[in-house]
């Protein structure tokens, strides 16, 4: 109930398989993204920055139910509201889990201090903790309207009227012709190759681009025959780099005539091709030397669920709210925690303490979707048959888990083990790699003979959570990330 919710948005990234064996698949994205809200300008958060983060000016338009319904209304099997009111009848009274409690912790002054927070969080006047019921009444009771009307429900009529009037007490400039007009994107998937197989992510304005990307660099070494040794990790965060570097050109692709091909280049071999000779195998190199255009704002939060079914079809969804409770705002009346997206954006105006300055790409304006980290992907074998579902949460360090959690495949790891490994983190700002206190000692070390500024970090700290399915040898495997206490399920 943290990180995600239908205050927000997101995507999915959804595989139909071929009608029969040895056919083609359609691979298709549901774009369910935020947008800016019609009064939104590109100098709204110039004077109050907070405001991009905190309170109703926060808010982007939510897409997130829109999303959802798109993809039943295309492909779903069941009743909507077989789907929907179970979330109901749970969000009536559960029980605090561990990572909820860690949560709700780390806010502990929202909750105890703010009447709408405090009703949910700290009924009796401290904070839940583990293994307490807790209650969302109202909530329950918004899911069950949404159960038997559906998304409508939700943009329209006396739910659209309890967040329109939330918003705007809280200082935004949501308005109910933003909820009435949001509408879902649906798209065939971004598609590349790796080694062979068939990879389908997102595009723009996604990391989907970047992640081709860096696969597409590491095809140019044999990864399989070396092995993970020092050379190949260190390669591994010029990939990263680089990646970061091509991922301050992203914006949304319908608000600048130019990123079709600025954009479009990105994902393609010919582009892995020209970059790959700037990577030197014996050391590492300042910022700059990478190129990025501009300062790209980092993402947070997020929820991430693979999955397949018994007819091979496949979903990689991954959704947020942005920050961990969004907004901060809790509209009481009806239980819904609102995102505060717009904080995704960049605000001109201001240098970071790089003198690298805001990217325009990535500006607000009305009905915009802002950057996003995010990776849904679907990976299919050379035959067209079903891979791998992989996708993660974490904000900034998003794709770059995903792609180190699909090398630690291409390395043989089973994919839990793949998903548990230590990893990596360096996106250019600050000037430093993050490598996981788990990660081998010889291979830190490799890296820092390269010149790298290595920083040890904790691994049971807040970071990126990965989630996949994989079929191997018939059998299907899944595993969910022990760094946010998940778990797979099969039924």
Known sequence: MFSSGIGGGGFMTVRIPPPSPGGSSEVYVVDFRE????????????????????????????????GLEEAHKRW???PWSRLVQPSADLAREWTVDPELANRIKMFSPIMLGYPDWKAVFAPEGHILREGDAIKRTNFSKTLTTIASEGARAFYEGPIADSIIRKVQETG???THADLANYAVKVYPALQGTYRGKKVYTPDAPTSGPVLLHMLNLMEHYDLIGDGRTGLNVHRLVEVLKFGFAARTKICDPAFDDKS???????????FADEI????????????????PEFDVKVDHGTSHTSTIDKDGMAV??????????????LDSETGIILNDEMDDFSTPGIANGFGLWPSPYNYPEPGKRPLSSMVPTIVENADGSFYLSIGGSGGSQIFGAVFQ?????????????????????????????NVDNI???????????????????DINRVAAVVQAVVRQDGTIYAASDSRKNGIASGY
């Open 35 to 66: 947008t800016a809200p019609a009064s939104a300008s590109t100098t709204m958060y110039r004077n109050n920055p907070m405001g991009a983060m905190f309170g109703g000016l926060a808010s982007g338009v939510p897409g997130e139910l829109r």
């Open 76 to 78: 779903g099997s069941l």
């Open 172 to 174: 935004g400039i949501m």
């Open 260 to 270: 079709s091909d600025r954009i479009g280049k990105i994902s393609t071999k010919e």
């Open 276 to 291: 790959s000779t700037n990577i030197t195998d014996d050391r590492t190199h300042p910022p700059e030397y990478y190129n």
């Open 316 to 329: 990689s969804l991954t959704s947020t709210v942005n920050f961990v409770f969004g907004s901060l705002v």
């Open 405 to 433: 959690t699909m090398l630690n495949l291409e390395w043989g790891m089973d994919v839990s083990e793949a998903i548990e490994y230590g990893r990596l983190h360096d996106q250019l700002y600050p000037l430093r790699v």
């Open 439 to 457: 990660y081998p000692t010889e291979l830190v070390d490799a890296l820092k003979e390269r010149g790298h500024n290595v920083t040890v970090v």
